[in-house]
């Protein structure tokens, strides 16, 4: 999504928490955060103390009304710091998946855009359940809550819009081996179904960001300062 923020002139910089970065900037500063993936649990906090403070600034993050969207573990990690529980899933989602839009996501303005039963790419574990006063926008076959909206300031997609054959291409060839021994998975169609998919996945993605920014974009004559917390270099989780 790098891309889209240049293109629309807004500043950003990676906060890299897994190795001790830690924001500088005054939430007056700040005008949005996106939290990204990784491949620990929200739970994990003695094996990755820095989820503890990843937590703590997507709280204040909420309290302070920044614009927040949050990504796999991103997601996962917004369900939690708002109250809710993140638990084991019943079925490993990695691969190309269909999701259904719910009326809510329909209607959404940033989200309607994507079709019923669009193939989207997933590689999680966990599940959520959904905030407090948040509303469900998409949901999947294994999965109740694929993406939330909790007001117009909060949103987290448990699926990945910012996926490119690239990085699928990298996360298989790290993970092969691993991903064989597991049941219903096929590294061999995950790669097939990303050469068929990923273009239309782009599309999707950069339609939703595109909107992310413009709704939330920098008063006029100022610009805007995004952080990323980053807390693996891959998003899975």
């Given at each position: ?74 997601a996962q990690l917004i369900a939690c710091a708002a109250g809710a529980e993140v638990y084991q899933g019943n079925f490993k989602e990695i691969g190309w998946y269909p999701i259904s839009i719910t009326l809510e ?53 448990q699926f990945q819009l910012e996926i490119t054959q690239s990085m699928v291409e990298r996360w298989l060839d790290e993970q092969w081996k691993e991903l064989t021994q597991l049941p219903c998975i096929s590294p ?50």
């Open positions: 999504f790098a891309h889209i923020l240049e293109e629309q002139n807004v500043g950003f910089r990676y906060i890299r928490l897994f190795r001790d970065e830690i924001p500088t900037e005054s939430w007056d500063e700040v005008r949005a955060l996106i939290v990204l993936g990784g491949s620990m649990g929200v739970h994990e906090e003695e094996k990755y103390p820095f989820l503890k403070w990843e937590k703590a600034i997507i709280r204040a993050a909420i309290k302070n009304g920044v614009p927040l969207l949050g990504i796999c573990l991103g996501g329909e209607m959404d303005s940033l989200l309607g855009h994507i079709p019923n039963k669009a193939i989207v790419f997933q590689w999680h574990t966990d599940s959520f359940d959904l905030p407090r006063g948040a509303q469900r926008l998409a949901s999947s076959m294994y999965y109740d809550n694929q993406a939330f909206c909790i007001g117009r300031n909060v949103y987290g997609l061999e169609k995950i790669l097939a179904d990303t050469r068929s998919y990923s273009l239309d996945l782009k599309h999707y993605g950069e339609k939703f960001f595109s909107g992310f920014i413009r709704r939330f974009s920098a008063a006029k004559g100022r610009r805007e300062k995004v952080l990323q917390a980053k807390p693996l270099k891959w998003n899975a989780a």
